[in-house]
């Protein structure tokens, strides 16, 4: 029981660097894929699906505050956010079945859609202006996120039934 | 069982929303510089983002080293950084001879700022506000220190160095952003005003009374200096519109100079006093 926590936080931890990774590529060599792809979110999401809601929403505090560090806007109104993006998807994967691939990414996709409602409403909030929605652009990254999320939950589901 | 054991998943969330919220309010009214904590998170994951983008970029060029005439590539960059410098010199020279000091004051002004002046690859930017901040791979071990002015490779200002600057990283707060000011006067009916932010890739020329003459669109603006941030006599924007409003100020548009799309290279200026005459 203790190593498979181990096991999971560790995957976790393999997950956020990778996502850092990618996060940071995206960051220096075309920004404005930044406003499309959120390595962060897919993280989250995905790990929500197989972990759960409280395993969800450390990740989540943890993906936003690294990408709320690089950022010149409130810290913490992305960890806040991915926080709850990371427990409402673990929390409502736990009691329905999101395994189809096109359930998963319609589910995904509402998560990820609420998460994004979420964040320019605290940011208007917070920081008393519109959100730069970069002429709709924005509105592609949950899809995106969905898209990558369901992929890889896809794909590793077909690894672990292999093995099994 | 108490009722926080049945319902641990809720604690915990409660505990993480609590944190966030206490961590955003002490926040508000937004100050200038970052907090310790979000300084702290800078300076852990900083180097990391500067080590992956320099990491691919090595890779890249090794890459297209081997295939390309490598002579050729040398020559090619030795000259392209010469142009960077020269075109960063002549608008530093125009800018200043356009606010007419003497020939003196002038090489004297190009001998400190040829000496100082510190090239910076962008490593990073703003997920959240793409206007707002960039991360460059130069910190406080190659002189970078908050408050000096960052120009793109025309010599156009893009903004100034704020806290953090960690040792091999610096944040760059941009001119579009709108907690921004720049001390500007235009070039021909020498105006005065302030550069801010607004929202997306346009800045305002703020402060402007709507009973004073002058501006027209399409003059230029540039740095006053009177900020004692932005050297003097830097190119920042040209005027896109101006409309009258009901209040004491005129709304004016401004156009940033630089261009968000060639911003991989930018240049670091030093601190100088003095403004415009």
């Given at each position: 029981m203790?190593?498979?926590v181990l096991?999971d936080?560790l995957?976790a931890g393999?997950?956020?660097?990778?996502?850092?990774?990618?996060?940071?590529?995206l960051g220096g060599?075309?920004?404005?894929?930044?406003?499309v792809l959120n390595?962060f979110?897919?993280?989250?999401?995905?790990?929500?699906?197989?972990?759960?809601?409280?395993f969800?929403?450390?990740?989540g505090?943890?993906?936003?505050?690294i990408q709320?560090s690089?950022?010149l806007?409130?810290?913490?109104?992305?960890?806040?956010?991915?926080?709850?993006?990371g427990?409402?998807t673990?929390?409502?994967?736990?009691?329905?079945?999101?395994?189809?691939?096109?359930r998963n990414?319609a589910?995904?996709?509402?998560?990820?859609s609420?998460?994004l409602?979420l964040?320019v409403?605290?940011?208007?909030?917070?920081?008393?202006?519109?959100?730069?929605l970069?002429?709709?652009?924005?509105v592609l990254q949950?899809?995106v996120?969905?898209l990558?999320g369901?992929?890889i939950l896809?794909v590793?589901?077909?690894?672990q039934?292999?093995?099994a | 069982?108490?009722i926080?054991q049945k319902?641990?998943?809720f604690?915990?969330l409660a505990?993480l929303?609590?944190?966030?919220?206490?961590l955003?309010s002490?926040?508000?009214?937004?100050?200038s510089?970052?907090k310790?904590?979000g300084?702290?998170?800078f300076?852990?994951?900083?180097p990391l983002?500067k080590?992956?983008?320099?990491?691919f970029?090595g890779?890249?060029?090794?890459?297209?080293g081997y295939f390309?005439?490598?002579?050729?590539r040398?020559?090619n960059q030795?000259l392209?950084?010469?142009?960077?410098?020269f075109?960063q010199?002549k608008r530093?020279l125009e800018d200043r001879?356009?606010?007419f000091?003497?020939e003196?004051?002038?090489?004297a002004?190009?001998?400190a700022?040829?000496?100082?002046?510190?090239?910076?690859?962008?490593?990073?930017?703003?997920?959240g506000?793409y206007?707002?901040s960039?991360?460059?791979?130069?910190?406080?071990l190659?002189?970078?220190?908050p408050d000096?002015a960052v120009c793109?490779?025309?010599?156009?200002?893009?903004?100034?160095?704020?806290?953090?600057?960690?040792?091999?990283?610096?944040m760059?707060?941009?001119?579009?952003d709108?907690?921004s000011?720049?001390?500007?006067?235009?070039v021909?009916d020498r105006?005065?005003?302030i550069v801010?932010?607004?929202?997306?890739a346009l800045c305002?020329l703020?402060?402007?009374?709507s009973?004073?003459?002058?501006?027209?669109?399409?003059?230029e603006?540039?740095?006053?200096?009177?900020?004692?941030?932005?050297?003097?006599?830097?190119?920042?924007?040209?005027i896109?519109?101006?409309?009258?409003?009901?209040?004491v100020f005129?709304?004016?548009?401004?156009k940033?100079?630089?261009s968000f799309?060639?911003l991989e290279a930018?240049?670091?200026?030093?601190?100088v006093?003095g403004g415009a005459e």
């Amino acid at each position: 029981m203790k190593g498979s926590v181990l096991k999971d936080i560790l995957r976790a931890g393999l997950a956020t660097a990778a996502a850092f990774f990618f996060y940071s590529l995206l960051g220096g060599f075309g920004p404005s894929t930044l406003f499309v792809l959120n390595a962060f979110s897919v993280v989250v999401v995905t790990f929500s699906v197989g972990q759960g809601e409280i395993f969800g929403a450390a990740l989540g505090a943890v993906c936003g505050l690294i990408q709320d560090s690089f950022s010149l806007g409130v810290f913490g109104v992305a960890g806040l956010t991915k926080t709850l993006l990371g427990f409402w998807t673990g929390y409502v994967s736990r009691r329905m079945d999101v395994t189809p691939f096109f359930r998963n990414v319609a589910f995904l996709l509402v998560m990820s859609s609420l998460e994004l409602v979420l964040w320019v409403l605290l940011n208007a909030l917070v920081l008393r202006e519109h959100v730069d929605l970069r002429h709709g652009l924005i509105v592609l990254q949950p899809l995106v996120t969905a898209l990558l999320g369901s992929f890889i939950l896809n794909v590793a589901r077909r690894i672990q039934a292999r093995r099994a | 069982m108490p009722i926080w054991q049945k319902r641990t998943h809720f604690v915990v969330l409660a505990g993480l929303i609590f944190f966030h919220l206490i961590l955003i309010s002490i926040q508000v009214p937004l100050g200038s510089e970052k907090k310790l904590f979000g300084r702290a998170v800078f300076f852990v994951f900083s180097p990391l983002q500067k080590g992956v983008v320099s990491g691919f970029r090595g890779v890249r060029s090794a890459w297209t080293g081997y295939f390309d005439l490598r002579r050729i590539r040398q020559e090619n960059q030795k000259l392209k950084q010469e142009l960077f410098f020269f075109s960063q010199e002549k608008r530093f020279l125009e800018d200043r001879l356009l606010l007419f000091r003497s020939e003196a004051e002038v090489r004297a002004s190009l001998d400190a700022f040829r000496q100082s002046l510190i090239t910076a690859r962008v490593v990073g930017a703003d997920a959240g506000n793409y206007y707002r901040s960039l991360i460059l791979d130069k910190g406080s071990l190659d002189g970078v220190k908050p408050d000096m002015a960052v120009c793109d490779r025309f010599g156009n200002l893009v903004g100034r160095t704020i806290p953090p600057v960690s040792l091999k990283e610096a944040m760059v707060q941009l001119i579009t952003d709108p907690e921004s000011s720049v001390s500007v006067i235009s070039v021909t009916d020498r105006v005065v005003g302030i550069v801010s932010g607004r929202q997306g890739a346009l800045c305002g020329l703020k402060y402007i009374l709507s009973s004073v003459g002058g501006g027209q669109e399409g003059e230029e603006l540039i740095t006053t200096g009177f900020d004692k941030i932005y050297p003097a006599g830097i190119r920042v924007g040209q005027i896109l519109s101006i409309k009258p409003t009901p209040s004491v100020f005129k709304e004016i548009v401004v156009k940033p100079s630089f261009s968000f799309s060639a911003l991989e290279a930018v240049a670091i200026l030093p601190r100088v006093s003095g403004g415009a005459e």
